[in-house]
C-alpha cells in the first residue's frame, strides 16, 4: 500500500503580512551576507517569491533601502519619544536618554544598519533622503536640549557633530570594538558638552 502525504495548501499571505516578511528577510540577508548582496533577485530567492511579488512592493533596491532605513528611524524615534515621557527634565537625563536610545536601537538592528547607511549615500537621491531624517533627529534633540543651553537653542554645527559621534560609535559598538556601556558614555558627555558650549 502506497504511503499517501498530504501537502498544505500554500497560505496566501495579505500585503501587509507579505511586505513584513520581506522585511525581515531583507534585515537577515544584510546581517548574514552584508548590504552589497542585497538585490531584489536574492531578497526573492531569501524570502521564497517569485521576482515580481517583491517588484510589486520595492520596484527598485533604492526604494527596499529607503524603507529599511524609514523602520529603523520609526524605531528609534519610538523608543526615544518613550524615553523622554518617563525621564527626569535635567540636561544629564536628557543626554543620556539620546545616547541610549541611538545606541540601543543601532545595537538590536545589527550590524546591518551602517551598511543601509552607507548605502544609502550612494546616490544624491537617497542622500537627501538619509539627510532629510537626520535633519529631523536632530531637530528633535535640538527641541529636546535647548532649555539647558543659555542662548536658549543649541547651533547646528554642534549637532552635527552630536550624530558623526553616535553613528561612529554605535558602529564601533556593533562591530565590537568598544562595548555598548563606553559607547553610550562617551554620547553622553558629547551630548553633555555640546549643550554646555552653547550656555
Excluded at 498544505?8 to 548590504?35: C, F, M, N, S, Y
Excluded at 533601502?65 to 515621557?85: G, H, K, N, P, S
Excluded at 559621534?165 to 562595548?179: M, P, R, V
Aim: proline share 4%; charged share 30%; with cysteine.
Amino acid at each position: 500500500m502506497e504511503e499517501q502525504t498530504t501537502r498544505r495548501p500554500r497560505q496566501r499571505l495579505t500585503r501587509e503580512a507579505r511586505h513584513r516578511q520581506l522585511l525581515d528577510v531583507a534585515w537577515k540577508i544584510a546581517r548574514d551576507e552584508g548590504t552589497d548582496a542585497l538585490t531584489l533577485g536574492r531578497l526573492a530567492e531569501g524570502a521564497g517569491v517569485a521576482k515580481p511579488v517583491v517588484y510589486d512592493h520595492f520596484a527598485t533596491r533604492p526604494d527596499l533601502l529607503i524603507a529599511l532605513y524609514q523602520e529603523f528611524d520609526a524605531r528609534q524615534t519610538a523608543v526615544m519619544d518613550a524615553a523622554l515621557e518617563k525621564g527626569e527634565a535635567d540636561l544629564s537625563d536628557r543626554a543620556r536618554v539620546i545616547a541610549s536610545s541611538y545606541v540601543d536601537c543601532v545595537l538590536q538592528q545589527g550590524r546591518e544598519i551602517p551598511g543601509v547607511i552607507a548605502a544609502l549615500a550612494g546616490s544624491p537621491e537617497l542622500e537627501k533622503i538619509k539627510r532629510d531624517y537626520q535633519a529631523v533627529f536632530m531637530e528633535k534633540c535640538r527641541a529636546v536640549l535647548a532649555p539647558f543651553a543659555k542662548a536658549g537653542t543649541i547651533r547646528s554645527a554642534g549637532l552635527w557633530s552630536m550624530l558623526g559621534a553616535a553613528e561612529a560609535l554605535s558602529h564601533a559598538a556593533a562591530t565590537g570594538e568598544i562595548t555598548p556601556s563606553q559607547a553610550k558614555e562617551e554620547l553622553l558627555a558629547t551630548i553633555v558638552a555640546m549643550a554646555e558650549r552653547n550656555k
